[in-house]
């Protein structure tokens, strides 16, 4: 009689060993889920936060101090200085300005806001068409394709916003940025002699022939 209980409790402990053990998933693969799940976590928490510049450094606001400096005290540089203290707005075409072309930025072509590339406007006398820059902090490379009235003689980068929410959440802000490419001072000049009838582009028309004829440009 012991025995046999003996048996049939063993029996029954080891049927449940067995269903407990095809329960339970594999340590490995529920260790390879969980990390994917935090990479994938990490990896959209990073793109969404990657909104705001990080901050300016000490060593590039001390230098900037060098330098002359436009109506809004930012620092005017030479093209020999691709590092640089900017002031740097926003803009959408959902603001709907007046002669604003929807999409369409200054060049012809679609402003851009994607995961790598993002438009920006600027002083094409200063920042002509095609200027790649970066800014510290985030991710993308920002192209000049566009300009504005407002831009006009000073230093300030005007970043690119789809919808009106974001550009107002960018609003004005002081940046790091890097030139990492310049663009056609040439081709600038070009497009901007047949827009001299506008006041703007005739300003920026002569500081950009007047550069070039002084040969204060930058080749890449």
């Known amino acids: 009689m012991i025995k046999h209980y ?31 799940k935090k990479a994938s976590t990490s990896s959209a928490k990073k793109w969404t936060s990657s909104f705001y510049p990080a901050p300016v ?8 101090a060098g330098f002359s400096k436009d109506k809004y005290g930012m620092p005017t540089y030479p093209v ?16 709907n300005e007046p002669g604003a072309p929807g999409r369409k930025n200054a060049a012809g072509t679609t402003l851009k ?12 006398s200063r920042y002509p068409l095609g200027t ?33 929410r974001l550009m107002n959440k960018w609003n004005t802000r002081k940046i790091e940025l890097e030139i990492v490419q310049w663009g056609d001072w040439h081709r ?23 550069r070039i004829a002084n040969g204060k440009i930058a080749s890449n």
């Open 80 to 95: 020999s200085v691709r590092r640089r203290y900017a002031r740097a707005t926003a803009y959408s075409h959902k603001e």
């Open 188 to 210: 600038s000049r070009k497009i901007l002699a047949g827009r001299t009838h506008a006041k703007h582009c005739r300003r920026m028309y002569y500081a950009l022939k007047k």
């Open 132 to 164: 790649k820059f970066k800014i510290k902090g985030l991710p993308h490379t920002y192209v000049v394709d566009d300009y504005g009235s407002a831009l006009v003689g000073t230093n300030t980068v005007d970043i690119f916003h789809p919808s009106l």
């Open 57 to 64: 450094s000490s060593q590039v606001r001390e230098k900037a």
């Open 113 to 124: 806001y994607g995961r790598t590339i993002r438009s920006a406007a600027a002083d094409w």
């Open 6 to 36: 003996f048996f049939k409790t063993s029996l029954t402990c080891f049927a449940a060993g067995i269903l407990f053990s095809c329960a339970q998933p594999s340590s490995t693969s529920s260790q390879v889920a969980t990390s994917t």
